[in-house]
């Protein structure tokens, strides 16, 4: 059974920067893309980026491009989320999650996503 544990969030100040990390465990990730989805109160949950298992390949948001940085460590199963420059309109509870190999995901949809973990709420202060 596939598990996917988040750790990281917290309150921070506007300007300041967290690391998100999501440990994936009950198989081997080959093939999947995993994701960071986030849901600020109120408002329906975003795509924030992904990654591609094998190719380490990414894709992010247009909100969070040049400030966020995607990666994973295979060894250890483990997705992480660099946040920089970090403000208000990023508080949110961020939701890591994996999708199966496909013929066909749309990344930035949760929809395609299979698994996902519980998520961990990132609060940042004006």
């Known amino acids: 059974q596939v598990q996917m544990v988040e750790s990281g969030g917290g309150l921070v100040q506007a300007g300041g920067s967290l690391r998100l990390s999501c440990v994936a465990s009950g198989r081997t990730f080959s093939g999947y893309i995993m994701g960071w989805f986030r849901q600020a109160p109120g408002k329906e949950r975003e795509f924030v980026a992904c990654i591609r298992w094998n190719t380490g390949s990414t894709d992010y948001a247009d909100s969070v491009k040049g400030r966020f940085t995607i990666s994973r460590d295979s060894v250890k199963n483990t997705m992480y989320l660099q946040m920089n420059s970090l403000n208000s309109e990023d508080t949110a509870v961020y939701y890591c999650?994996?999708?199966?190999?496909?013929?066909?995901?749309?990344?930035?949809?949760?929809?395609?996503?299979?698994?996902w973990g519980q998520g961990t709420q990132v609060t940042v202060s004006s």
């Open positions: 999650a994996a999708a199966i190999p496909k013929t066909q995901i749309f990344f930035a949809t949760q929809n395609s996503y299979d698994y």
